[in-house]
């Protein structure tokens, strides 16, 4: 049972191995985390030291070795795989750094996607996703299919769908490590609005010590533990 005092999320002694036997790789080891609505949080590190990996296990895609993710007090992992994907859809939006649209569908069509996979009426969708893309520029965009828009489209049209139903987290993984710079700093910008706009508490895997920077708290991953930043973000190569 979720409780409204508890923190948004709060990770326990969260641990993640990988193999078995003496070719085993513990990636995580005893990571603490709380994050509140409103929150907005870098978590950088060197390539391969887990960070995408602590993302997935935040986000619910993938399951811990140990320690507890909780939610507003409830042990998410406690719940069935169907449970879980149902708060997944709810309760977190997704930005990866590969969009992951549906390439063959247009923009509006891929905004909708969220709401129609709860069950909720095309008409309603179809307004909330037009709304939404209008917010991030691409009103003039709706009807065209994302195979055709620019990487920028395609990663604003990515964000719009994490946010059309209003979710009270967002989960960015290197959103704008695959966009020139221009554009990864009018991405950057636009989450940044939104968080501000919305309340939406905000965890970007990023290299980028600008956006670290922007977002305000850093959080380095280094040998499995994941520990505040002194100052200036580092450890972001």
């Given at each position: 049972m979720s409780s409204p005092e508890a923190p948004l999320i709060a990770v326990e002694g969260?641990?993640?191995?990988?193999?078995?036997?003496?070719?085993?790789i513990d990636v995580l080891q005893g990571v603490d985390l709380v994050l509140e609505a409103g929150d907005r949080v870098a978590i950088v590190g060197q390539s391969g030291v887990g960070k995408s990996t602590l993302l997935h296990?935040?986000?619910?895609?993938d399951r811990p070795s140990g320690g507890r993710v909780l939610f507003r007090g409830e042990d998410v992992f406690a719940r069935s795989s169907s449970d879980l994907a149902r708060l997944?859809?709810?309760?977190?939006?997704?930005?990866?750094?590969?969009?992951?649209?549906?390439p063959e569908f247009s923009a509006v069509e891929n905004v909708m996607m969220p709401g129609l996979l709860q069950g909720r009426a095309r008409d309603e969708m179809r307004e909330r996703a037009g709304q939404i893309l209008g917010e991030v520029g691409l009103s003039h965009r709706l009807d065209h299919p994302v195979g055709k828009?620019?990487?920028g489209e395609r990663q604003r049209v990515a964000v719009a769908r994490a946010l059309v139903l209003e979710p009270p987290v967002v989960l960015a993984d290197e959103p704008t490590?695959?966009?020139?710079?221009?554009?990864?700093?009018?991405?950057?910008?636009?989450?940044?609005e939104m968080n501000r706009t919305r309340g939406t508490t905000l965890v970007v895997v990023t290299h980028s010590a600008r956006m670290a920077e922007q977002l305000g708290r850093t959080l380095v991953l280094a040998d499995g533990r994941l520990e505040e930043a002194a100052g200036r973000a580092e450890g972001l190569v």
């Open positions: 969260l641990s993640k191995r990988f193999g078995a036997g003496p070719s085993a296990l935040l986000g619910t895609l997944r859809n709810q309760f977190l939006g997704f930005v990866f750094q590969f969009h992951h649209l549906l828009l620019s990487g490590g695959n966009l020139d710079p221009a554009t990864g700093a009018d991405v950057a910008g636009l989450l940044l």
